[in-house]
């Protein structure tokens, strides 16, 4: 039997759910089963998505909210665990990037990133990870990047943050592993999201592109298998291995010369 059949029944939430690998995940979620708390900002894009759920016999609520927020998981877990729902499944996908030279990037954004990626994946964890200890199961996935290998210049505080979101999915998978609790860093390449218009990287994605749905596939595939990494293309796996070879100096003056932007102003205000 698939051990994603160990999903069926149990309430997963999802942060990031309103667009590309969040709304994957999700639907790959529903059609093992799972129960769904689908997190974001745009409720629209969650009541679209959690109406074509339910067409399929998905039991789905949602959860309008700003990860940028500070007091944002704190309220995510109010409504769920802590109103007697419990959470054996946590998503901590939301994420975003800024491309573009980091001297001339707003300040907000540099921090958005830090906040939405990093900040708000250690609180949710924090909120949602000790229930499942108590219960003596759970899972736990992390979507970190093959960023989180190799220093990336213009992308250079997104990378750190998926680096920390790699690292930080490694060491609390062997301290919760004796619990029953499994953790998993998903680490895309390039996929079809709307991940590269919000960054301000549109060309990049010319250069190929993962579909969403198969990343989800093998991304939950791997949750509940309790892989603890997982890089679901060759060219990100050759990566994560060739890398450990090369001298820092080296990756980032080359990555640095791939992905120079053209002089162009900030995207954000
Ligand atoms: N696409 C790629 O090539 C790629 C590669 C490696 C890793 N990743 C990672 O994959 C994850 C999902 O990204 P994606 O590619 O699917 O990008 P996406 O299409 O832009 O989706 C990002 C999701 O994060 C949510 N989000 C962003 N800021 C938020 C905030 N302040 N509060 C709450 N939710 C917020 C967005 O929802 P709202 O805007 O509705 O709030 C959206 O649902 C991210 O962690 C990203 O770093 C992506």
Wanted: charged residues 20%.
């Amino acid at each position: 039997m698939a051990r994603e059949n160990d999903f069926r029944g149990r309430w997963a939430l999802v942060t990031g759910a309103s667009a590309g690998i969040g709304v994957a995940l999700a639907r790959e979620l529903a059609r093992h089963g799972a129960k769904l708390i689908l997190t974001a900002r745009r409720r629209d894009r969650l009541e679209a998505l959690a109406q074509e759920l339910r067409l399929q016999g998905t039991e789905v609520r949602i959860l309008e909210a700003d990860l940028n927020d500070p007091a944002a998981p704190q309220a995510i877990y109010d409504a769920t665990e802590g109103a007697g729902l419990a959470v054996e499944i946590l998503v901590n996908n939301a994420g975003l990037g800024q491309f573009g030279e980091f001297v001339r990037s707003p300040l907000a954004q540099e921090l958005r990133q830090v906040r939405v990626n990093c900040e708000a994946v250690v609180h949710l964890s924090r909120l949602f990870v000790p229930a499942m200890v108590t219960r003596r199961r759970g899972w736990v996935l992390i979507v970190a990047s093959t960023a989180s290998f190799l220093p990336v210049p213009f992308l250079s505080t997104y990378a750190a943050t998926k680096g920390f979101d790699r690292f930080f999915a490694l060491g609390l998978a062997e301290e919760v592993a004796p619990y029953g609790v499994k953790v998993s860093a998903l680490c895309p390449g390039p996929t079809e999201s709307e991940f590269f218009d919000i960054a301000g990287a549109a060309q990049f994605k010319a250069r190929g592109v993962q579909s969403a749905e198969v990343v989800a596939q093998r991304a939950i595939h791997a949750l509940a298998r309790g892989n603890r990494t997982l890089i679901p293309y060759f060219a990100g796996r050759a990566t994560a291995f060739l890398v450990r070879f090369l001298p820092a100096s080296l990756i980032t003056w080359g990555v640095a010369r791939a992905a120079r932007p053209a002089a162009t102003p900030p995207t954000h205000p």
